[in-house]
């Protein structure tokens, strides 16, 4: 409804006359105003107003966000000049004295305040802008068990593999074992791997790969192996992140732009404000950040940067320690540990650009170990590891250099690794045969939607003959999903020479793709053609056919696969050779979790168990990707989630009978290395109980009209009113024995019965009679 239009010319009038008479007031007393700082509203404060100035309680003013050396030299200035005054009992200070760091207006026609703070005096806002764990992740520590197979038979001759894995409360216990064609059954791997999550430690007892830089050995060790293990965090960013800083007058929007593209946006407070783990790719680039602040003004800046995965950021380590018995003969005898041994390996953050580290590692006759350093460069990593060794008496030593930089169109890296003749580790002794130098050098250049990547890489042997290899290779978009590969050089086998010669087409369409090739190595060529069709996610099918043709010789093989919710079966036959058998392979897995036992396509990771409760056939999604049905009992695997990561996991609400609450229908859960989460989506069948209850007294029935009816079982009530007739509802009351009690205008009456097992939405049970020889008043 408009104004009067008289009203609005005399409104500033008003507004003037007010304000006139208002701010003698004002001066006397502190009362409390609206205000904004640096245009965000922050409720009210006290002031008081003294002609052209205002005072604020200092407290008040670092309540706003003022802070800081800077401010507490500012406010000192200020009370050295005597620009203070009491306010309701604490100090006040002159908002005229704090200029120009602080500047205000006083809106006189709403009676408010405005204060604005130079950003320096502010808190700095740190907002880590990617890796941002799911404000609603669920990490859980159920116990599951689960069992994998993978049975071939094929030619007459039968092998199994198998694996279980036993989560107890977070903490995987492990087995591996295989059945050889010949019947020999043999132990893998046995270990039992406790993580630390707050810690990002990783603790196994049992078989165990070292972990060591690369003039050390990664071997099999049987004892016991701490590590820092950042998988257990996949948000954790461990390398020196990429940061933009600055300082925002007003609430601010900032679009960052990473190579032409933009990669975030963020909203920002007034202050300083640092965004941190910007999402770039290693290598160089360009970011541009766009700051536009509440009245719209924008300012850009541009930065270019190197960022480095070689280097761990200032202060984190990365390590592994592990004390045992070396394992010989994997995969051939069940438990042959040799001697004792350990093996060492550590890396520490000095700076963002330094990183420090080293390994060690010895058994009772063999010992190896030595320093590295990784610097960060402007333009590029540079790594370099030394190494010393004894076997037995016999001394080596071992040195690396490597160097990498990578850009958006460009790259080029090379290494150097030098063993001397005696040089030994926990890979190989001082008597195996090595190369004595090894080089590789490449680089990449990508151009008119092409990449041309040429590389050279020679081995100097010991005792086998020296070899080198140099190539270029090319590969583009020839039209639509069509892409060419081309590559070129030539191979060096001690002092005879061969050129190579490889070009392959290859087209996809959809989950199908084809590639047709050419090899030519010396003088013998070979043709091939390739097509596949992947496994869906779901139950489907999947094929690969494959034949090569050789100076006339052809060879090939027929894959057929099929997937469903519960295995992997493939028949591989060989369409030249009718007279070899085919192989068949079946694989799959078995669960047990919170009292469901669930058959399954091989675990690979980790899994949760999905249950709607009594409720089949409800789809569920996994990243929005549909992973199957429930079953009669309402439960449904959904395998090979990622461990520790945020895995969303929804069903569809929509296949809930509409009989059912459904209470919530997605969750984000972090499920344990190799193990199970339970996810339960509660639902609540709504059932309503209706029905009609008389009083009879002396062989009368009377209504108790308005009253209520009480149901009491197992020490717990409900309540329904009565209506005119008698009349009571009820919703959601499990079966069994109840004791009821009417109470009315006629007085009270208790009576027993019995609410059947019924499924039905909706269950009348008629009229009930409560009989009573008197009426309790």
Not at 473 to 500: D, I
Not at 520 to 526: A, D, F, K, L
Not at 659 to 672: D, G, H, L, Q, S
């Amino acid at each position: 409804m408009r104004g009067r239009p008289e009203l609005t010319i005399l409104r500033p009038v008003v507004a003037t006359v007010v304000t006139a008479l208002a701010l003698p007031v004002l001066a006397q007393n502190a009362l409390l105003f609206p205000v904004k700082f640096n245009e965000v509203p922050k409720g009210e404060i006290a002031a008081v107003v003294t002609g052209d100035d205002v005072f604020v309680a200092a407290a008040d003013l670092e309540n706003l966000g003022l802070i800081g050396l800077r401010w507490d030299r500012i406010l000192n200035l200020a009370r050295l000049s005597g620009a203070t005054r009491s306010i309701r009992g604490t100090e006040g200070v002159s908002l005229n004295a704090l200029r120009p760091w602080i500047t205000f207006r006083i809106d006189e026609a709403n009676l408010s305040l405005a204060i604005t703070a130079l950003p320096q005096l502010l808190a700095p806002n740190r907002v880590r802008v990617t890796d941002v764990r799911p404000y609603d992740i669920v990490y859980t520590r159920d116990s599951s068990t689960y069992l994998n197979y993978s049975v071939t038979s094929g030619g007459g001759k039968t092998s199994i593999f198998g694996e279980t894995g036993m989560s107890l409360r977070g903490n995987l216990l492990f087995n591996s074992f295989s059945r050889q064609p010949g019947g020999q059954v043999l132990r893998l791997l046995t270990n039992y791997t406790i993580d630390d999550r707050t810690r990002l430690q990783r603790r196994t007892i049992g078989d165990a790969f070292t972990v060591s830089d690369n003039l050390g050995s990664s071997v099999l060790l049987g004892g016991v192996t701490v590590g820092r293990s950042y998988s257990i965090d996949p948000y954790f960013v461990r390398y020196p992140s990429f940061d933009f800083r600055g300082t925002a007058a007003t609430p601010s929007r900032i679009d960052v732009y990473v190579n032409g593209v933009r990669v975030a946006q963020q909203e920002v407070p007034p202050g300083p404000f640092d965004l941190r783990n910007l999402p770039v790719t290693a290598g160089a680039g360009n970011a541009v950040f766009v700051v536009r602040d509440a009245f719209g003004r924008e300012q850009q800046f541009s930065e270019s940067f190197y960022y480095s995965t070689a280097v761990l950021a200032r202060g984190l380590s990365e390590y592994s320690y592990s004390a045992g018995a070396l394992r010989e003969r994997f995969g051939q005898t069940s438990s042959d540990y040799g001697d004792p041994a350990m093996s060492a390996f550590h890396r520490y953050g000095a700076t963002d650009w330094l990183t420090v580290g080293g390994h060690a590692e010895a058994t009772r006759q063999r010992w190896s170990g030595g320093p590295s350093l990784t610097f960060r460069l402007p333009a590029g990593d540079i790594e370099v590891a030394s190494s010393l060794s004894g076997d037995h008496g016999e001394r080596g030593d071992a040195e690396s250099l490597a160097y990498r930089y990578v850009s958006r169109r460009f790259g080029f890296g090379g290494s150097v690794r030098r063993y001397s003749r005696n040089f030994a580790n926990l890979s190989f002794r001082a008597s195996d045969d090595r190369s004595l130098l090894d080089t590789t050098l490449s680089a990449t250049v990508s151009v008119l939607r092409s990449t041309w990547t040429a590389q050279w890489n020679a081995s100097d042997m010991r005792d086998q003959i020296d070899r080198d290899r140099i190539n270029l290779f090319v590969n583009f978009p020839v039209a639509g999903r069509l892409t060419m590969f081309l590559s070129g050089g030539s191979a060096r086998n001690g002092p005879e020479r061969h050129a190579e010669l490889f070009a392959g087409l290859s087209f996809y369409f959809g989950s199908t793709g084809a590639n047709l090739t050419f090899t030519r190595t010396g003088s013998h060529s070979e043709t091939g053609i390739d097509v596949q069709r992947n496994l869906p996610v779901g139950t489907g099918y999947g094929y690969r056919l494959q034949s090569t043709s050789a100076e006339g010789d052809q060879t090939g093989a027929a894959v057929l696969q099929y997937q469903s919710g519960f295995g992997r079966y493939e028949m591989q036959l060989d369409p030249y050779h009718p007279d070899r058998s085919p192989s068949i392979t079946a694989s799959g897995g078995a669960v047990y979790e919170k009292g469901a036992f669930q058959l399954t396509r091989p675990v690979q990771d980790s899994f949760a168990l999905v249950r709607v409760p009594g409720v089949k056939d409800v789809r569920v999604y996994s990243s929005n990707i549909l992973v199957g049905r429930t079953d009669a009992n309402g439960d449904l695997l959904v395998p090979n989630l990622l461990a520790y990561y945020g895995n969303r996991l929804r069903i569809e609400d929509r296949d809930v009978p509409m009989n059912y609450e459904v209470r919530e229908v997605e969750k984000t859960i972090a499920p344990p290395y190799r193990g199970g989460a339970f996810v339960e989506f509660p639902v609540q069948r709504i059932q309503t109980v209706t029905g009609t209850v008389v009083v009879r007294t002396g062989g009368r029935d009377q209504i108790p009209a308005f009253g209520q009816l009480t149901l009491t079982a197992n020490d717990e009530s409900v309540v329904s009113p009565l209506g005119r007739g008698g009349e009571f509802y009820f919703e959601n009351i499990p079966q069994g024995k109840y004791r009821a009690l009417v109470e009315g205008p006629i007085g009270a009456c208790t009576f027993s019965f019995t609410l059947p097992s019924r499924s039905d939405a909706v269950v009348k049970l008629g009229r009930l009679t409560c009989t009573s020889e008197e009426k309790h008043p």
